[in-house]
């Protein structure tokens, strides 16, 4: 009997032993990063937690920092909590006055929910086509052949702000830059189909811009460049004025190219298209698109609905979110928290709701400021200790395997990860489940890494302001990651 009781003290005091050693390994590496040059030039801040509470390893934890887009996993963390992740969102169509022998002596209404994958290019959304095959369903279904009236682009579902004043203007115009709205499009976006001159210098020509904003302005100054020299453009717009101003190069070896801009004023866009889509198929309306916010439109229960048209369930949305690090999903959801809790779809709402909700899962605010949802601001600062904390009350709700599963892996094709750890065994890498973040002199990693018996650890590493390449950052962090594997 004390033979085997020696015999089992010795096996569990070895097996300490090695768990000590590995969490003193995760310790001595960041001890020795933190005395790099690239890194002790830099602002960096790193927690690793195990599912007990324990420390494992830490380096400036308490200290806020710049996120970027690890910012989405509380932004979408906080949405399947609020809303749940069979949520569904709705865009409704319908309309005022009456039908009299097949004309609609009155307006169409186009109502939106906040749908950010209303007639999406990703394939959770229905492409416009189908989409408007469906609503012009309805339509002949209600015996509406013709249209006495105008048709109302009604985004009036969230508050009329389409971006959050943290942005940087350079961010307002690219695709990644395009900001929510009550009826969103195309995911807020504008393809701009470009002809570039043969000689340098020539002008480029729009050959097709989709969608159509009503209205809309476009100030071209875009000329062809020397061969092999690129697409080097930039596109300034806003929600202040129906202008977008185009300006760069495109080299002159393209025959034709693609620009995929930020659009500010998708509801427009959506009534426009469909009503382009209604003209061909000899349903006519009143010529001018009208916006329910510019003049005393009925109410949701004043109008008839023909038509509701549901998205995806929540869990698949925020799927897309963070495997592929979609800015305008991550805004629309933290919006829609906002909604949800406090009743008004707004930034400041947003944030408020927010604290609340993290305040309800018991999860302290110390080391946390959240100004938008995808973490383009650099107005966000989160400390690794409150990134773990999260991660951690995360687990204790009942979307948390949606949540979980939404998370890359390293080398997870298709996603921000698929380059990370590429020398490392795939059995091995996979057991992380994280969301990258850059912006300019700012990269940043967090989330689980996955163990036996269902035990999780939860880490992030967060490094700003260095004046190194991402690249050379990338080394330092990819290393601290091999070390986070081997715990």
Not at 16 to 34: F, G, T
Not at 315 to 334: D, G, M, P, Q, W
Not at 344 to 363: F, I, N, P, Q
Not at 468 to 480: D, L, N, R, Y
Request: hydrophobic share 35%.
């Amino acid at each position: 009997m004390k033979q085997k009781f020696g015999f089992l003290t010795l096996f569990l005091s070895f097996t300490l032993s090695l768990q000590l050693n590995a969490q003193n390994n995760i310790q001595r590496y960041l001890d020795k990063l933190s005395q790099d040059s690239l890194f002790r030039n830099s602002v960096t801040a790193v927690k690793v937690m195990d599912s007990q509470g324990n420390s494992i390893a830490t380096l400036n934890p308490e200290m806020p920092l710049l996120t970027a887009s690890t910012m989405k996993t509380i932004t979408t963390g906080l949405a399947l909590v609020v809303l749940g992740e069979e949520y569904r969102f709705s865009t409704k169509l319908g309309y005022s006055g009456f039908i009299d022998n097949g004309t609609l002596y009155g307006d169409l209404y186009i109502v939106g929910g906040a749908d950010p994958t209303l007639a999406s290019p990703d394939s959770l959304g229905m492409a416009a086509d189908s989409l408007f095959g469906t609503w012009k369903k309805s339509l002949e279904e209600a015996g509406i052949t013709r249209i006495n009236g105008h048709i109302i682009a009604d985004d009036r579902y969230f508050e009329h702000e389409i971006v959050p004043s943290s942005w940087a203007w350079s961010n307002l115009g690219p695709y990644y830059g395009s900001g929510p709205s009550g009826l969103s499009f195309y995911e807020n976006l504008t393809d701009f189909k470009l002809i570039p001159g043969k000689n340098i210098g020539d002008d480029v020509h729009i050959k097709e811009i989709y969608p159509a904003v009503p209205g809309m302005a476009y100030i071209n100054t875009l000329t062809t460049g020397g061969i092999h020299t690129g697409r080097r453009y930039n596109y300034r717009t806003s929600d202040i004025s129906k202008t977008g101003v185009l300006r760069g190069t495109i080299s002159s070896d393209y025959d034709s190219t693609t620009l995929t801009l930020s659009n500010k004023f998708p509801h427009l866009s959506c009534a426009s298209e469909f009503k382009s889509y209604l003209d061909k198929k000899g349903i006519y309306s009143r010529s001018e698109i009208l916006e329910a916010s510019g003049f005393n439109s009925p109410e949701l229960s004043e109008l008839t609905i023909i038509n509701e048209t549901l998205s995806k369930p929540l869990k698949y949305i925020v799927n897309v979110t963070n495997r592929i690090s979609n800015n305008f999903y991550a805004e629309t959801l933290f919006k829609m928290i906002g909604k949800k809790v406090t009743g008004t779809a707004s930034y400041d709402s947003a944030a408020v709701a927010a604290k609340r909700v993290l305040k309800e899962m018991g999860v302290s605010l110390n080391g946390y400021t959240q100004e938008d949802g995808s973490g383009l601001s650099r107005q966000n600062y989160v400390s690794p200790q409150f990134f773990c904390n999260f991660y951690s009350a995360m687990t204790l709700t009942p979307v948390f395997e949606s949540f979980f599963r939404s998370l890359p892996y390293p080398g997870q094709e298709g996603t921000t990860l698929e380059n990370v750890l590429k020398e490392v065994n795939p059995s091995k890498k996979q057991a992380i489940h994280a969301k990258s973040g850059s912006l300019s002199n700012v990269r940043c990693y967090a989330g689980y890494v996955e163990k036996k018996k269902g035990n999780h650890l939860y880490f992030a590493i967060l490094s700003n302001n260095f004046s190194a390449k991402t690249s050379e950052m990338q080394i330092g962090i990819e290393e601290f990651m091999k070390e986070l594997i081997k715990y």
